[in-house]
């Protein structure tokens, strides 16, 4: 019997399109996205073939999103937002008011309506949290101050993006009747910010607590179905609730929830084993994107087509370089930023959709933000990509500089110079804070390096020398002198991400001895291979220790007995 299955069929069709797609581009050596792109291009309406359901596919990808922005939350921390807040919130507000300002004057200069044109504007002045951030995971940015302005940049654009939203039916309204009285416009915008703030400040009185003790709680059951299961349910869950009872998108509030479980041990757990998910679902997003795209537009509308593009890529990279120059940052800074919110995302096309539908914008207008959006997506990687070219170029400039601006932007304390002899512990978790604590009690020279501000404000109170970033970034495997170093000792969970570090270490100092830890067979042959002297698989660890302990029982059994 022949069931219809429009689910089963858009996931299944969407999948091994991506796959496919994301290869060619691959071998192709340009960024994987540029294939999911073509992926639902190609799955998309206006293409002939595989026709995707066009009114699923989002709602997954929505999914992909609200997951994805979970994860980025577990690697952030109140403390980091507050710590940027000098450059994320008056670059964010500058930076949409001068994005918007320029796609009205595009506008004006077609000829459309004002309204249509600040709808238009406010859509080009929005970046996506989703390639952003697959564009650092790559370079292994995450963990830095870049990072974390960029991150804290978008959030308050989402934020502002928020308010736009509510604000836009009253918009609509004061241009279709006429209306000048602002009073319901005021009383929206007011309404809507109390909810935020209500949102924020539950996530951090009660959140901080009812969400830590509820993983703990599925933690002890020894379940790793439950204990996922339950990382899943409070991702979404929460993510509803914000929309629900608070008016603010799946996104935001999923990473609020991920931030309130950024200082509980549990969040690197639960930020590994919901990776496979995330990424899949992440994919969804960009083959819903390519679905969008009508290639017509690129014969009816070029000429707004390329100023919108002008905007995106060089327009508002200008306004945001000036911007972090101006408050006091560094240019490998500024050029990061400008470069990260060259390309629009999920936003646009939310406001795009309720433009059309209020009226302020035509279906053309709604497809050519759509086909900016989608080239802006395609070039991003490859300006990335430049960007690193030219940060790895012998300019004596940058050079010089990238060391004393990390410490700068990172507030880094340096590790003594004449530090010599002395353990690199990477990770200060249960594991990495038993070694260190242990080996500071024999006045071993210490110097560990942690992604956690927190973790790292702590060893500091204690005295103990400690760096600020992730060990695979080789600028930061420098601060700890590791070519004078005696023993590297990994001890973060990642197998892969610790051969990484291995690879970079050995390179360095051949003599050292490096001593890293695994949960599988294949973690240790691959750690082993670049360079590890030996490897600690914790299970087979605890089996050597039952047995050692059940030998020496027997013998003893054995002797009593005789």
């Known amino acids: 019997m022949h069931h219809s299955t429009p689910l089963i069929n858009t996931i299944v069709g969407a999948f091994i399109l991506a796959f496919v797609f994301g290869m060619i581009a691959h071998r192709l050596r340009i960024s994987p996205l540029v294939g999911y792109l073509a992926a639902g291009v190609l799955a998309g309406p206006f293409t002939p073939g595989f026709v995707a359901d066009i009114n699923l596919i989002p709602e997954l990808a929505e999914l992909g999103v609200t997951l994805l922005m979970f994860g980025i939350g577990l690697h952030f921390s109140l403390r980091d937002l507050l710590e940027v807040k000098n450059i994320a919130i008056p670059g964010a507000v500058t930076q949409i008011t001068m994005a918007t300002i320029m796609g009205m004057g595009l506008s004006w200069a077609i000829g459309w ?62 241009v279709k009747e006429g209306d000048t009285s602002f009073n319901l416009l005021i009383l929206d915008f007011l309404l809507t910010i109390g909810k935020v703030i209500s949102f924020m400040a539950l996530m951090m009185i009660v959140g901080r607590r009812a969400i830590p003790w509820m993983l703990a709680k599925s933690a002890a059951t020894g379940s790793r ?97 000036t911007l972090v120059i101006l408050l006091g940052h560094s240019r490998k800074t500024a ?120 973790m790292v404000e702590l060893l500091k109170k204690q005295k103990i020398n400690a760096v600020l970033g992730n060990a695979t970034n080789e600028d930061i495997i420098n601060l700890t002198y590791i070519d004078r170093a005696r023993w590297l000792l990994l001890t973060i969970p990642n197998g892969y991400e610790a051969a990484e570090v291995v690879t970079i270490v050995r390179g360095k100092n051949q003599s050292i001895e490096i001593i890293a830890r695994a949960h599988y067979d294949d973690e240790v042959k691959y750690i082993m291979e670049r360079g590890a002297n030996q490897v600690v698989m914790g299970e087979r660890e605890i089996a050597n220790s039952i047995l050692h302990i059940l030998k020496s029982d027997i013998e003893k059994h054995v002797s009593l007995a005789s």
Request: hydrophobic share 55%; charged share 15%; aromatic share 8%.
């Open 225 to 321: 179905e439950l204990f996922t299961l339950a990382v899943l349910a409070l991702a979404l869950g929460i993510a509803f609730g914000a929309v629900k009872f608070f008016k603010i998108s799946f996104a935001l509030g999923a990473f609020f929830a991920g931030m309130t479980l950024n200082e509980s041990e549990l969040s690197h757990r639960a930020a590994h084993d919901t990776l496979p998910l995330r990424d899949a679902f992440a994919v969804l997003f960009f083959v819903s994107v390519g679905m969008l795209f009508n290639p017509m537009i690129l014969i009816k509308q070029p000429i707004a087509l390329l100023g919108s593009l002008i905007i995106i890529l060089f327009g508002k990279s200008i306004v945001a370089w």
């Open 335 to 454: 050029l990061t930023i400008s470069v990260s919110l060259a390309q629009i995302g999920e936003f646009a096309f939310i406001l795009t959709g309720l433009g059309i539908s209020l009226g302020l914008l035509s279906d053309e207008v709604g497809s050519i933000i759509l086909a900016t959006a989608i080239l802006s997506i395609i070039i991003n990687p490859m300006m990335f990509g430049l960007l690193e070219k030219y940060l790895n170029q012998n300019d004596e400039n940058v050079k010089k500089q990238s060391l004393k601006e990390m410490n700068k932007e990172i507030k880094q304390i340096p590790v003594p110079v004449n530090i010599s002899n002395h353990a690199v512990i990477i990770g200060y978790g249960r594991v990495g804070s038993i070694i260190g604590k242990k080996l500071n009690d024999l006045d071993i020279p210490l110097v560990v390096v942690e992604n956690s501000h927190l």
């Open 113 to 174: 309506p004002w309204a249509t044109g600040l709808v238009f504007g406010l859509a080009l002045s929005t970046a996506s949290t989703v390639v952003l951030m697959r564009a650092f995971e790559e370079r292994k940015l995450i963990n830095t101050q870049r990072c974390q302005i960029a991150i804290g940049w978008l959030i308050v654009e989402d934020i502002v993006m928020i308010l736009i939203l509510v604000l836009l039916p009253t918009i609509a309204s004061i």
